[in-house]
């Protein structure tokens, strides 16, 4: 009987080792845009990677002197082929999760310094989404998502504009619905209970501390970039915890100044 048992226990792992694991919320990458004066446009696209593709696009605009405002987006999907039969690597279906997420925030920035090359910033914000799933049997469930964050950050741009690292430390309170839900007990157990307890677990408190390095020419970067998530009070939520993002920075800046109004214009002399 103990031997059984044994047999039970490992056919089990092993048919867990084959599933393919939803989770229902990943991280985007923290927009960390160290502003250094006004009238300065910052954007970024990167490609996003940890147990799935995505991408995110961020822009940051510096509206006055010490205020900053900022849109960012999210795009998130992987597909796998699960086997039906460990013991039979030819039965297989298609499972598949994807997601999209926007968000604005706005903040306050200081340079720091006579240079000016560290700067401190904090900004504020929220941003919706929403998620599809599907699953064996072509079962499906459709999710929505609210988060409310504040991400205090301290950043390093040299003087010559070729160097630019930054830290930040996100906060958000995150909340998630389960709109449409038609999974069946028997033949999607794991995933129906992990539906279930977002609906009974909806909200999760999320600390995500970001390291961003760009280098290349003043006006032009390319940057790696490391957000984890860590949840703080929810175990029931199955997520992704890291965001590993490359891509590239640009900078636009308006310099243009008033101009001297005074007229340069001398009429001729009457004799």
């Not at 906060?171 to 033949?187: I, Q, W």
């Not at 032009?220 to 891509?247: A, C, E, H, R, V």
Request: charged share 20%.
């Amino acid at each position: 009987m103990k031997k059984l048992s044994i047999a039970a226990s490992l056919l089990c792992v092993l048919s867990l080792l084959t599933a393919c694991t939803h989770y229902y919320y990943a991280p985007n990458a923290a927009n960390i845009p160290l502003f250094k004066e006004k009238n300065t446009f910052k954007g970024k696209v990167g490609f996003s990677s940890d147990n799935y593709q995505g991408a995110d696009l961020q822009m940051a605009y510096s509206a006055g002197k010490h205020i900053g405002v900022m849109v960012n987006s999210f795009f998130v999907g992987e597909k796998e082929q699960v086997q039906n039969d460990f013991f039979n690597s030819t039965d297989t279906h298609e499972e598949s999760g994807k997601g999209s997420y926007i968000e604005a925030g706005a903040g306050y920035y200081k340079p720091l310094g006579e240079q000016k090359v560290w700067i401190f910033e904090t900004y504020a914000g929220a941003g919706t989404g929403g998620e599809n799933h599907t699953y064996d049997k072509l079962q499906t469930s459709k999710l929505h998502l609210n988060k409310f964050f504040i991400q205090p950050s301290i950043g390093y741009s040299s003087k010559s504009g070729h160097v630019e690292v930054g830290l930040s430390s996100r906060f958000s309170l995150l909340n998630l619905k389960v709109k449409e839900n038609d999974l069946a007990f028997e033949t999607n157990q794991s995933e129906k209970q992990n539906l279930d307890a977002i609906t009974l677990h909806s909200s999760t408190f999320l600390w995500e501390p970001s390291l961003i390095i760009g280098a290349g020419w003043r006006d032009f970067k390319f940057y790696l970039q490391l957000t984890p998530s860590y949840n703080l009070d929810n175990p029931y939520l199955i997520m992704d915890y890291g965001n590993i993002s490359i891509g590239i920075k640009f900078t636009l800046k308006n310099n243009q100044t008033k101009g001297n109004t005074k007229s340069n214009y001398v009429p001729p002399s009457i004799n």
